[in-house]
């Protein structure tokens, strides 16, 4: 008795114990799991040191990649490999093939104990709530540097992105980030890759709005522009200030009358856009068809690159190098068309062989070019028109890359960094609006949702549709489900149930299949009260053919329950063996579906979540 006494009272030791680790957590700084997923501010934290160490990243990989292309190809420090300058021509032409003969062994290997495809930060978004694996995003990024470092005509924006977006998810999984959270994070990497990659702060945080977030949200808005620009500004102390491309402003020329003008560019190269995706879908076909193992395809593939890289050595690489000399110098038009289709056919093959990048930097030179020779064409057809080639080459990049990279905004952002020229700015936002509206009607997809229509997956942006996937009838159904067998007559029915003890039951068969559901109601009629013993409960079963499985999602189940007209139906454990396992109201399902579209709009707009939270 007397040690029991002296205990202190539990309420006490609770007590104690609760102030001691807001003790321990106020010495040494460490912060509540739960405090960081309920914290806005530490989530913007998070960002500025994410935007730091994927800043750093890029510029690492970034220089690694000039490295490698001086030691494969012998290009002088401070040069770019598609200025095409002092090439070995034996080097062009085997270089991309054994590059190309490397990923493809590396995706053969890989495919045996990995072989789902690669996550990117857009299907991450859409479908899994930002989650991403850190290994396979690591195996993109190595593909990307070998493919751009062999001398393919891709990109290396797929490797940056696929880097920062993968380290900021991998973060987020591991401090166990809500949904909204995880997602704005994954934004976040690609947004200060995209930053770096380019110097320019606000086309990166307008890539991940446009393409990964899939919105412009307040919630985001600190933590990506705050990524973006610590990205940003890692870059710039560590590589310099120098945009992507630079142009003498003074010969740009806009006037208010050339918007016209630059309308119809964009309308011409949103059609563009649309061939250069369709030539990747035409390209892939082919090498699938003549060489059929997977291995094979990149190597014969970069042979070909090669042999067109004889012919047009501006085809090597993303083409920055290449993308600056058509800014300085003015082109013929045979120049322009075979630079201009070489490019094309070339990105097309590097792509569709199997060699992994992306087309941002691709579009942009691609941009150059077909505005340069439109440019041309406009001045043979009214000498009197006073537009600028400069003009004319800034609205085409902008304007093929919004059609083929889907972020418009983000194009007008990236050449308003490098001109610092508002109406030149405005003037590729009116041929980039135009392109994107021929895109969108005549096509309905960007490049990489594209890619995700020819898998399969059913997205066509990175706004999150995954809930509607994980909300299942699993985890609504009740499992209280009562069954009758289909030869018990109306009478002893009744007496199992009576009158007002349940509203519906199922009717199963001897095998205890599914044959219809029953309402009680019906069953206690009084018109039955003189034929009970001969009617069967089978006589009163209907719609036997509308139930549910556990894997329908729930806005599926509404429209079953919309061609049913029944309020209620049974969730059965497979269609074959039609085992009753549960079964799921209309109301509590419509109930579930708003209360999952309240969260997310609560997401959205950074507020908390009025039903609860997870």
């Given at each position: 008795m007397s040690q029991v006494a002296d205990l202190p009272p539990r309420r006490e030791t609770r007590g104690s114990a609760h102030t001691l680790r807001r003790l321990v957590f106020r010495l040494t700084g460490v912060i509540p799991t739960r405090r960081l997923r309920n914290s806005e501010t530490v989530l913007v934290l998070i960002s500025a040191m994410i935007g730091a160490v994927v800043g750093l990243g890029v510029v690492l990989l970034h220089d690694f990649v000039n490295l490698l292309h001086q030691v494969i190809f012998g290009i002088g420090e401070g040069h770019y490999l598609s200025e095409g300058v002092g090439l070995a021509p034996g080097t062009v032409v085997i270089a991309p093939a054994l590059g190309g003969l490397l990923v493809g062994t590396l995706k053969h290997s890989v495919r045996r104990w990995r072989p789902g495809d690669i996550v990117d930060p857009i299907e991450a978004n859409a479908l899994f709530g930002g989650k991403m694996s850190l290994i396979d995003s690591g195996r993109l990024t190595i593909s990307t540097v070998i493919s751009n470092a062999c001398g393919a005509s891709v990109g290396m924006e797929a490797a940056y992105t696929q880097t920062g977006s993968g380290l900021s998810s991998a973060l987020g999984q591991k401090i166990r980030l809500r949904r909204g959270d995880l997602r704005i994070l994954t934004g976040c990497g690609a947004a200060a890759a995209i930053a770096a990659a380019f110097n320019a702060p606000l086309a990166g945080a307008f890539y991940a709005f446009e393409l990964v977030i899939g919105s412009y949200t307040l919630a985001a808005l600190a933590p990506v522009t705050v990524a973006a620009l610590t990205a940003s500004l890692v870059a710039r102390a560590t590589i310099g200030v120098a945009p992507i491309f630079s142009v003498d402003v003074s010969t740009v020329g806009v006037g208010p009358q050339d918007y016209a003008v630059f309308a119809l560019v964009g309308f011409a190269s949103g059609w563009l856009g649309i061939l250069t995706?369709?030539?990747?879908?035409?390209?892939?076909?082919?090498?699938?068809?003549?060489?059929?193992?997977?291995?094979?395809?990149?190597?014969?593939?970069?042979?070909?690159?090669?042999?067109?890289a004889l012919w047009v050595p501006q085809v090597l690489g993303s083409g920055h190098g290449a993308l600056q000399n058509s800014l300085d110098e003015r082109l013929a038009i045979p120049v322009l068309l075979t630079m201009l289709t070489a490019k094309i056919l070339a990105s097309a093959v590097s792509l569709g062989s199997g060699f992994r990048g992306g087309l941002f930097s691709s579009s942009l030179f691609l941009g150059s070019l077909f505005g340069a020779l439109l440019a041309h064409l406009a001045e043979r057809a009214y000498p009197e028109l006073a537009v600028g080639d400069?003009?004319?080459?800034?609205?085409?990049?902008?304007?093929?890359?919004?059609?083929?990279?889907?972020?418009?905004?983000?194009?007008?952002?990236?050449?308003?960094?490098?001109?610092?020229?508002?109406?030149?700015t405005v003037g590729v936002l009116t041929g980039v609006v135009v392109s994107s509206v021929v895109v969108r009607k005549a096509f309905g997809y960007s490049f990489a949702t594209w890619r995700f229509h020819l898998r399969g997956v059913p997205i066509h942006g990175a706004h999150d549709v995954g809930w509607i996937d994980d909300l299942t009838v699993a985890r609504v159904m009740r499992r209280d489900q009562k069954t009758t067998p289909e030869s018990m007559n109306v009478s002893a029915l009744r007496r199992v149930f009576p009158l007002r003890s349940v509203k519906l039951v199922f009717v199963t068969d001897e095998a205890g299949q599914y044959q219809g559901l029953l309402d009680m109601a019906t069953v206690h009629n009084p018109e039955l009260d003189e034929k009970v013993e001969e009617v069967r409960v089978r006589d009163l079963a209907r719609n036997a053919r509308y139930f549910l499985l556990p894997r329908t999602n729930v806005r599926t189940a509404l429209r079953q329950f919309s061609e049913a007209e029944e309020e209620s139906l049974p969730v059965l454990d497979n269609p074959t063996s039609r085992k009753v396992i549960g079964y799921l109201t209309e109301a509590y399902a419509l109930r579930r579906y708003n209360q999952e579209l309240e969260r997310q709009r609560c997401d959205e707009l950074g507020s908390k979540y009025l039903y609860g939270s997870d």
């Open positions: 995706m369709q030539a990747v879908t035409v390209a892939e076909r082919v090498f699938r068809r003549i060489a059929p193992p997977i291995w094979l395809r990149p190597g014969l593939g970069g042979f070909c690159v090669g042999l067109i400069t003009a004319f080459m800034l609205v085409g990049m902008g304007s093929v890359a919004a059609a083929i990279i889907g972020a418009p905004v983000t194009m007008v952002m990236l050449v308003l960094a490098s001109t610092a020229d508002f109406p030149a």
